[in-house]
């Protein structure tokens, strides 16, 4: 099993800076990409950064220049600093990772496999 968990959110100011913090553990061989999105009532989870392995980033063109991403291979970390936080980047921020994982298949044979993981998500709530 995999298990993907966020840390960092919280109630800041407009205008302040909040770090978010992801680490995936478990049955992991290797992780391809781990990613932030977000969500609000209402409305479907949008993606809001992305990197891979081998370090390409991905944002969305919304906040780019605001967010960074970045992320630690050997320990399975993602992080994302936020600044200039604005009343409308207020959401649940949900880190996401494609891991390489495997299981213990019986009669000494392994099974290996892709998918994606969810962490339970992180409130971030920024008062106007």
């Known amino acids: 099993q995999v298990q993907v968990v966020e840390s960092g959110g919280g109630l800041v100011q407009a205008g302040g800076a909040l770090n978010l913090s992801c680490a995936a553990s478990?049955?992991?061989?290797?992780?391809?990409?781990m990613g932030w999105h977000r969500q609000t009532p209402g409305k479907q989870r949008e993606l809001v950064a992305k990197i891979t392995r081998g370090g390409v980033k991905e944002y969305a063109d919304s906040l780019k220049g605001r967010f960074t991403i970045s992320g630690n291979n050997a320990e399975n970390t993602a992080y994302l600093q936020m600044s200039s936080l604005k009343p409308e980047d207020t959401a649940v921020y949900y880190c996401?990772?494609?891991?390489?994982?495997?299981?213990?298949?019986?009669?000494?044979?392994?099974?290996?496999?892709?998918?994606?993981?969810w962490g339970q998500g992180t409130q971030v709530t920024v008062s106007s």
């Open positions: 996401h990772a494609h891991v390489n994982t495997y299981e213990d298949a019986g009669d000494d044979a392994m099974r290996f496999w892709d998918d994606d993981f």
């Open positions: 478990g049955s992991i061989v290797s992780i391809d990409e």
